[in-house]
């Protein structure tokens, strides 16, 4: 019975890890609640306990079975093995000295069997290199968590964030054209602590731009290849740029200042840069997109500790993966053809005369060759491949002109076939979920336990939907019109509009929240009140689109707004309990208007501001139309403003479900040199 225990564990854990490389990177572009249940089982249960479970029952065996060598390396091959699941949430790369003395332990368990068999099995000289990938796949994964560990991005960001607060000198203001990149030399690859200089007495961090290992924004873009030509050359000069934006966005996670976001320089590469045209909206955010997926890969997956581990790392996975592939095609013909058992070991044997242990074997070794092909094919085709091909073709390091613009083609046609993140906006409607409690409040005596946070009352009835074209460009050309980085809270575009008069009251409340509240309740009330006929103007779906986005962050993810998160979850609170309070009896859209517009000079509450302020915008000019560009405008607006949240964490914590269309605003916002660090 033991060995059929470890042999149903060793499939189960072969069918996790499967299960984690196929749905793994498909994380950031979001998956329904059944499979990311799926991914939490099979990381957090399948993945730790059970392997140690299995290891234990491996350990107290009473038989002598040659394979269980074989199969203890076999797991902490598969258990380190998959590139695009090293972490379930940022607080498991926290714990890498936990899972490192852990694999430690393991590999002690693994090497003493072994040790145990080398005399007897005839496979004795492939053990030992067996146990050779098994140290370089832990050796992986210990890597990946420990470089997105808090200590180390303080500890890794400080050479460019020593770079980044003299960067400002290298170029005069007059060099300085943020579309060709002159004088802009961010650093694409050459930060490594080995290649700055100390200068005493002053004890700063310099580097020489000029090296042939450091290559720049500014170097790529002057570059004349072939391969940097015409719109391919550009995407591939983007993919670029966005990783130099990466490098620069991780000093927020290692709490480094962003010294040149006071320099004018740094709003013209968005401004006259990234948004140089009213059409470039989609390019600026695709970079953002592609930045994203290099942070995300950094905290998620161990793509980053394999390409930024330098050469010698990088030689050392690449004869890992071809003796796998080696290894498994001969252990596969030697187990499933030729293996003969001995006589003296115990092993499982069908009725029917089958092995059932080669069996096993050889859906261990076909799951292995499977993750290792794969995963080396989609390395090749990976933006982080791409970035160092790019780099060394920059330097004047060929591997052959056609060759590049293969992978080239390869990694730019894999982009329009995944999306870099779910491109989903979420959806919540306060006057239409007041009332609806989701299941873990309800049975929140018995889950609290077993569920993260607090359960609250009204979160549910959200949604996604795509995120519309109209959005995207009402809101991030929006940032084409600030002038001096200054954000405003809507309102700008009351002035503009003509409507300060009337409206004005409704932007200078105590919090954002109070603003958004406010506004999105008179949004849902002009909504009910709208002609059918109206409902497919541009202005009404940015206005309504964006209101209940704004209304599900308060609700949802407060973190990842410009306010207190305490403080908007509480004034939500008391929003919900006075809509349950008056509207309880409302049956329809239309009962729910007429109640609180009847009481328009009742008590003060954010309802009763709502509806005040739905009374003043359904009399601008009388007219419909005009009303809903007011609200489109002002919705443009107020999302810009509260984008600059002080939470990075927050932000890297919801890439892991699917992406939120604030954070794209958040990172473009820091690159602009809006902050906000309170």
């Known amino acids: 019975m033991k060995l059929g225990y470890i042999e149903i564990s060793m499939l189960v854990m072969a069918l996790a890890a499967v299960v984690l490389f196929v749905t793994g990177s498909s994380r950031r572009r979001g998956c329904c609640g059944a499979i990311a249940f799926v991914q939490w089982l099979s990381y957090t249960l399948v993945s730790k306990e059970l392997f140690t479970f299995t290891i234990g029952q491996m350990q107290g065996a009473t038989f002598q079975n040659e394979l269980l060598p074989l199969w203890g390396a076999f797991m902490l091959i598969v258990f380190g093995e998959v590139h695009s699941f090293s972490a379930y949430n940022p607080e498991d790369n926290e714990q ?323 999306k870099p993140w779910g491109r989903k906006l979420g959806q919540y409607s306060l006057l239409e979920s007041f009332h609806r409690d989701p299941l873990k409040y309800k049975f929140r005596h018995f889950s609290s336990g077993f569920v993260d946070g607090v359960p609250r009352q009204g979160r549910t009835g959200s949604s996604k939907i795509e995120l519309p074209e109209e959005v995207k460009k009402a809101v991030i050309l929006n940032l084409r019109t600030i002038n001096d980085r200054k954000l405003s809270n809507g309102e700008k575009s009351l002035q503009q509009n003509n409507v300060q008069v009337e409206l004005l009251w409704a932007s200078k409340l105590q919090t954002p929240t109070h603003v958004i509240l406010v506004w999105h309740i008179a949004t849902s009330l002009c909504k009910i009140a709208t002609r059918p006929n109206s409902l497919r103007n541009g202005d009404f779906i940015v206005a309504t689109r964006l209101s209940d986005y704004c209304a599900y962050l308060v609700a949802f993810a407060p973190r990842l707004i410009s306010d207190n998160a305490t403080d908007s979850e509480f004034i939500f609170d008391e929003v919900l309990k006075d809509c349950r309070g008056s509207l309880k009896e409302c049956k329809s859209d239309r009962d729910k208007y007429d109640k609180i517009m009847k009481k328009l000079g009742g008590q003060e509450t954010i309802i009763h501001e709502g509806a005040r302020l739905a009374n003043d915008l359904q009399n601008l000019r009388n007219e419909s139309d005009f009303m809903w560009k007011v609200l489109a405008d002002f919705w443009a607006e107020l999302m810009l403003f509260v984008a600059p949240s002080g939470d990075p964490r927050a932000h890297v914590e919801h890439l892991a479900e699917g992406g939120e269309f604030v954070t794209h605003l958040w990172a473009l916002l820091s690159h602009a040199g809006i902050l906000n660090d309170g």
């Open 96 to 418: 890498w000295k936990k899972y490192s003395s852990i694999i430690i332990l393991q590999s002690f368990f693994v090497g003493g069997m072994v040790g145990l068999y080398t005399e007897t099995t005839k496979y004795r000289y492939w053990l030992i290199p067996i146990l050779v990938c098994m140290v370089i796949e832990a050796d992986e994964k210990i890597a990946a968590l420990k470089m997105a560990a808090r200590s180390s991005l303080a500890l890794n960001t400080k050479p460019i964030s020593a770079f980044m607060a003299s960067e400002h000198e290298i170029s005069t203001v007059g060099e300085q054209d943020p579309i060709q990149m002159n004088g802009y030399n961010y650093l694409v690859t050459g930060d490594r602590v080995g290649m700055f200089q100390v200068m005493r007495p002053q004890y700063q961090m310099q580097l020489d731009v000029a090296r042939d290992e450091v290559v720049t924004l500014q170097k790529i873009w002057q570059c004349q290849g072939r391969l940097l030509r015409g719109k391919t050359g550009q995407q591939l000069k983007d993919i670029c740029f966005s990783f130099a934006l990466f490098k620069l966005l991780l000093r927020r996670f290692g709490g480094q200042p962003f010294s040149e976001s006071s320099h004018d320089k740094t709003w013209k590469l968005v401004r006259n840069g990234l948004l140089e045209k009213e059409g470039d909206y989609e390019r600026a955010l695709r970079v953002i997109e592609v930045e994203l997926s290099f942070l995300f890969d950094l905290f998620y997956t161990k793509y980053a500790v394999i390409f930024k581990g330098g050469q010698g790392f990088r030689r050392s996975k690449i004869l890992s993966t071809l003796f796998l592939v080696g290894f498994g095609v001969f252990i596969a013909r030697e187990y499933l053809i030729n293996y003969k058992p001995k006589a003296n070991e115990f092993h499982l044997i069908t009725t029917h005369g089958v092995n059932v242990d080669t069996r096993v074997t050889g859906i261990l070794i076909v799951g292995i060759l499977f993750m290792a092909i794969a995963q080396s094919l989609y390395l090749i085709v990976s933006n982080w491949a791409m970035v160092l091909l790019i780099c060394n073709y920059v330097r004047g390091i060929y591997c052959g002109n056609y060759l590049m613009l293969l992978l080239a083609k390869m990694v730019l046609l894999r982009h329009r076939w995944l």
